[in-house]
Structures are given as C-alpha cells and as structure tokens.
C-alpha cells in the first residue's frame, strides 16, 4: 500500500475526518483573523470546499 493510499485511509476515518475538520477551521479562523474579518463568507466556502474534498461526508 502506498503513502498516498494510507493517507487517504486515514482521512476517511472518523478520527481523520474529526484531525481534518479541527487543522480547517484553524486555518479558517487565522485567515479571519490576518484578513480582519473582512473576507469571512468567502474563508468559509473555501473551507467548506477543501472539507468536501478531503472529508467523508
């Protein structure tokens, strides 16, 4: 099994979705806070994509 394959196991877990979920919305929230807030709608739907993609929902 390849690196890329255990990392895509590990994500699709309930634990990886929980470490993925927890590292976006601390990137979410530092964007917020380095752009003032000013930008908040668009952060979150960057995030909400980047869940979509690398999440198991």
């Known amino acids: 099994m390849s690196m890329m394959d255990k990392a895509k196991d590990a994500l699709s877990s309930d634990k990886g ?3 993925s979920d927890k ?3 601390k990137g979410g929230d530092l ?3 380095k752009t003032g807030g000013d930008h908040d709608a668009q952060i979150d739907k960057g ?3 980047a869940d ?3 999440g198991n929902q």
């Open 17 to 19: 979705e929980q470490v």
């Open 23 to 25: 590292a976006l919305d």
């Open 31 to 33: 964007a917020d806070q």
């Open 47 to 49: 995030r909400d994509i």
């Open 52 to 54: 979509g993609k690398i």
